[in-house]
């Protein structure tokens, strides 16, 4: 068996794998083989399961700097004080309370 110590593990290597027979003692062949291809298989379904989280993640990436590119300009405008009337619209559309809203009613 060779293994550098840059090489990734991955489930081709762990397949091609063979292991010396000893005459009177040693492991089973059968059971070292069936053991490594169980192991293979794992390792298959991680590296599946690792490219989609990966291509999951760059989907979300972007739409995250999508948003962020839409909504850059946009401020939060202050919470409602428990003590102040509720903000009412003019016939214009525009919020009443001396100022109108900064995010441009985004949020």
């Known amino acids: 068996m060779i293994y550098r110590a840059g090489d990734r593990l991955g489930p ?3 397949r091609a794998v063979t292991f010396g027979v000893r005459r009177w003692r040693g492991l089973d062949p059968d059971q070292v083989y069936a053991f490594l291809r169980r192991v293979a298989d794992e390792m298959d379904r991680l590296h599946r399961e690792v490219a989609t989280a990966r291509t999951e993640a760059e989907r979300i ?5 999508q948003w ?9 405008t202050e919470p409602p004080h ?3 009337p509720p903000e009412q619209r003019s016939d214009d559309g525009r919020h009443h309370r ?3 809203r900064r995010n441009g009613g985004h949020w």
């Open 12 to 14: 081709h290597l762990v």
């Open 61 to 65: 990436r972007q739409g995250l700097r």
């Open 68 to 76: 962020q590119s839409r909504h850059g300009g946009c401020r939060r």
């Open 82 to 84: 428990p003590d102040r």
């Open 98 to 100: 001396g100022q109108e």
